[in-house]
């Protein structure tokens, strides 16, 4: 089960305006492991989610999906293993009903109509808003279109998830609900977030970027919990390991 | 008087397809002070004829647009990208149309948030200064943009390779035929034979 790596190797994003965002990155993210990426605003979390993803082509370095180079050419292939679910939902419920945004993926790989209904129900069902499915997608609460944003990225059975912030803007009911539903899913990981305690109860591992470097790598706990660390990354340690 | 029984045409679709007439009528009228202005001038300059001719554009709006609503509601604007295709229309307009649609929404309240944050900062003010006009229509625009990046992101990550998929796989039936038949008949008559005279003498001549 090897193939379900991520691998970035001295990665490089320069911005046209001449911005680096991302300098000589490199690391490794397993298949099963979580990781969550923080850091302060502007640090490069949500480039970095876009490089992996293939949305923006590195200025140098190489980023290896299963083993497999990224290139022009097999950039589409790739991204189909990729789940990305982007920071705020509506910029991906781009259909009128929540059918149609979930099923988006699935016809465009060419699937039939019978197998892309299977996989659109499985997939609101494992969020659990299978009862949202014909609902106009702009009617939804926002803990409901998050919802069906990871639905409909879960309908195209990616081998990885990367997730840009996926508790922002959440109240806390919604929030736990994304929490338990992460917990649950068996892919490889990439979460970007500034919910420290959501990282803290989701990833194993946690990637600390600063101005587009990384800063430090390793378990979340021993991380977390380093209060020079954390506020020389710009970040306070989570109130749960503060009272510890 | 030769346009008005066309209107037999949005009414009779009206009550069939269940759609309340308040509904259609409310989104004419929207329209007809737009149509009206433009033709405003025609009894300036023609004062017998211009009179019919505005009439005549205020009827033919009127007939146009209350069809076009009725062909929104009762089919659907995925059914209609559908059919667009079908007709041959570019992949790329058809979906700029159904995006549109979708985000028609979205845009309006943006706009709306944004006129508010300037009028809690301009309480004084009545309405908004033309001077800040500019900046917020181009800030407006940078964020159209931005979004519909991301949107296009989104899309070509769920495998979006330029063909739209609807799921669509209608097939035309009898009943399809016989709508399209009966319509075009209705239609040409109405155009060539002048239906509402032909009807009158009928009437005066049944009574007499």
């Known amino acids: 089960m090897s193939h379900h790596i991520i691998e970035l190797k001295d990665v490089s994003f320069c911005y046209p305006d001449g911005f680096f965002a991302i300098r000589n990155i490199s690391f490794t993210i397993l298949h099963g492991e979580t990781v969550g990426v923080i850091g302060a605003n502007g640090s490069g979390k949500s480039t970095l989610l876009r490089l992996i993803s293939g949305i923006y082509p590195p200025t140098s370095g190489e980023i290896l999906i299963g083993n497999i180079k990224m290139t022009n050419k097999n950039v589409n292939q790739l991204r189909k293993r990729l789940g990305f679910i982007f920071q705020n939902p509506e910029d991906q419920l781009f259909m009128t009903t929540v059918f149609d945004d979930v099923a988006f993926g699935p016809r465009n790989f060419g699937l039939s109509e019978i197998e892309v209904e299977k996989k659109v129900d499985e997939a609101l069902e494992k969020v659990g808003i299978l009862h949202l499915k014909d609902r106009f997608s702009h009617r939804l609460s926002d803990g409901e279109k998050h919802l069906a944003a990871i639905a409909s990225v879960l309908s195209m059975d990616p081998e990885m998830l990367l997730m840009d912030e996926p508790t922002s803007q959440l109240d806390p009911k919604a929030r736990r609900r994304i929490i338990e539903l992460l917990k649950q899913f068996p892919h490889s990981k990439i979460i970007t977030s500034h919910d420290l305690e959501m990282i803290l109860e989701i990833c194993s591992r946690v990637i600390i970027l600063k101005d587009g470097k990384i800063l430090v790598d390793s378990f979340s706990l021993d991380i977390l919990k380093d209060e020079k660390l954390m506020e020389s990354a710009l970040l306070e340690v989570p109130i749960s390991l503060k009272s510890k | ?208």
């Open chain 2, 1 to 208: 008087m030769s346009l008005l029984p066309f209107f037999s045409f949005p009414l009779i679709i009206t009550a069939l397809g269940e759609i309340p007439f308040s509904f259609i009528l409310s989104r004419v009228l929207i329209i007809e002070p737009f149509i009206f202005f433009l033709g405003i001038l025609n009894p300036v300059f023609e004062p017998v004829r211009g009179w019919l001719s505005l009439s005549s554009i205020l009827l033919k709006t009127t007939l146009t647009v209350s069809s076009a609503l009725l062909l929104v509601s009762t089919t659907g604007i995925h059914r209609i990208g559908y059919a667009l295709r079908l007709l041959f229309v570019p992949k790329l307009f058809v979906f700029q149309l159904l995006l549109i649609y979708k985000y028609m929404m979205v845009l309006i309240s943006d706009v709306g948030k944004t006129i508010l944050a300037c009028k809690l900062r301009s309480l004084d003010i009545k309405g908004i200064p033309v001077s800040t006009w500019g900046p917020l229509l181009g800030n407006l625009i940078l964020r159209t943009y931005k979004r519909a990046e991301r949107i296009y992101y989104a899309m070509i990550l769920k495998g979006f390779e330029g063909e739209y998929h609807t799921g669509t796989n209608l097939k035309f039936s009898y009943l399809d035929l016989i709508y399209v038949l009966f319509w075009s008949c209705f239609f040409i008559s109405f155009r060539f034979f002048n239906i509402s005279s032909i009807l009158g003498r009928f009437v005066i001549g049944v009574f007499s």
